[in-house]
């Protein structure tokens, strides 16, 4: 199958293909979706398929408005509908009692992950095709992507098309919250940080608790109410080895990729002294960023790079547990935790 690029703009092309219950690469303002529409057993099945996903691990449904969103669920506590209409649309997915009867999305769960994703011209080809199930449009295990050519060196010719929508504003998957219970449960950290809810939250006082999620327990998550049925399995890992250090300055200066704060006054620039005549070595691939924000928008980029440039290991310098921090130390920690399930 030979995988086409479309724009954004193309919607009769991508509503033709999702009606006819294939599946495509779309993107959303946390990082790339692989669609199919929800109420298709038949296309939905396609998408466990192809990104040969453990058949355990439920999907997210994506809704055209918070009205639709909320309308395949039940039991919406006060504090869901406080959170839908602070981060609506947005990188927020909020999982409640379904009110569908779609075990093929669910996976064998009774509640529903529902999300209404930002971009508009998204928005407007939902409206038409009915809600999507997306999970990230990547392999399973690989990072997940945030430029169409991530999806392509994942999917090309496995699916019909990708689209093309540039690289995603957030570059991490949403905030994943359970509202099952009394009060919020951060299954996931995301882009919607605890912070963030505990403000929209403020005036009620029901603040949001931290599931396993964001535990710093070395990747060792237990299943049931406080993790999310996927963080079982192995996430977001590039072929390179991921090691997390306080500072990547004393690590090897060849042969690996570093990913860290930039340095005040710059970044380190080789030296220009006289030539070396030794054979050139591989060089050190220096990935820096300012702002946590940045960070996001890159890891999973600077991942793959890291994998293209064949470089056996990637330093990252650990980030703050605080606002996005949460977030990327949960992925980080799974990037850096061991395979083959040792320690
Ligand atoms: O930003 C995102 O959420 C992206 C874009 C495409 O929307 N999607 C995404 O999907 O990251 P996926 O499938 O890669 O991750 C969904 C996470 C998984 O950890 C899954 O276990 C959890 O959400 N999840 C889905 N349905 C759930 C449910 N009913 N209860 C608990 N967790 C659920
Ligand atoms: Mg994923």
Not at 148 to 162: K, M
Not at 279 to 304: D, I, K, M, Q, V
Not at 317 to 328: N, P, Y
Request: proline fraction near 10%; glycine fraction near 10%; aromatic fraction near 4%.
């Amino acid at each position: 199958m030979k995988t086409r690029t479309l724009s954004t703009r193309q919607l009769d092309d991508i509503a033709a293909l999702l009606e006819d219950d294939q599946v495509v690469a779309l993107p959303t303002e946390t990082v790339y979706g692989l669609a199919a529409r929800a109420g298709s057993r038949t296309a939905v099945e396609r998408i466990f398929a192809v990104k040969e996903r453990p058949a355990d691990n439920p999907l997210i449904v994506h809704a055209a408005t918070a009205g639709d969103a909320l309308s395949m669920v039940r039991h919406v506590p006060d504090y869901a509908v406080r959170l839908a209409t602070a981060f609506w649309p947005g990188p927020l997915s909020l999982v409640l009692d379904s009110d569908v009867d779609w075990p093929w999305v669910q996976a064998g769960y009774r509640t529903l992950a529902v999300r209404v994703p930002e971009p508009s011209w998204l928005r407007a080809l939902i409206q038409r095709v009915g809600p999507l199930a997306a999970p990230s449009a990547n392999r399973s295990g690989r990072p997940s992507p945030t430029t169409a050519d991530h999806c392509l060196a994942d999917l090309s010719g496995r699916i019909p098309a990708v689209v093309d929508g540039g690289p995603c504003s957030a570059g991490l998957e949403s905030t994943v919250v359970d509202c099952t219970g009394p009060a919020p449960e951060i299954l996931r950290p995301g882009p919607v940080t605890a912070e963030m809810m505990a403000r929209a939250l403020a005036t009620d006082g029901a603040s949001p608790g931290h599931g396993a999620g964001g535990d710093t327990s070395n990747g060792a998550v237990p299943a049931g109410r406080g993790a999310s049925p996927g963080t079982r399995h192995p996430h977001y890992q590039p072929r390179a080895r991921v090691v997390l250090v306080e500072s990547v300055e004393a690590h090897p200066r060849t042969d690996c990729m570093v990913i860290a704060p930039a340095v005040a006054g710059g970044g380190r620039e080789p030296a220009n002294g006289p030539a070396d005549p030794g054979p050139p070595p591989t060089p050190r691939l220096e990935r820096r960023w300012h702002e946590l924000p940045e960070l996001a928008r890159n890891l999973y980029g600077w991942f793959r790079e890291a994998d293209r440039a064949g470089v056996p290991v990637i330093y990252v310098q650990r980030v703050e547990r605080r606002g996005l921090g949460e977030a990327l130390m949960n992925r980080l920690e799974k990037a850096a935790a061991r395979r083959d399930g040792g320690p």
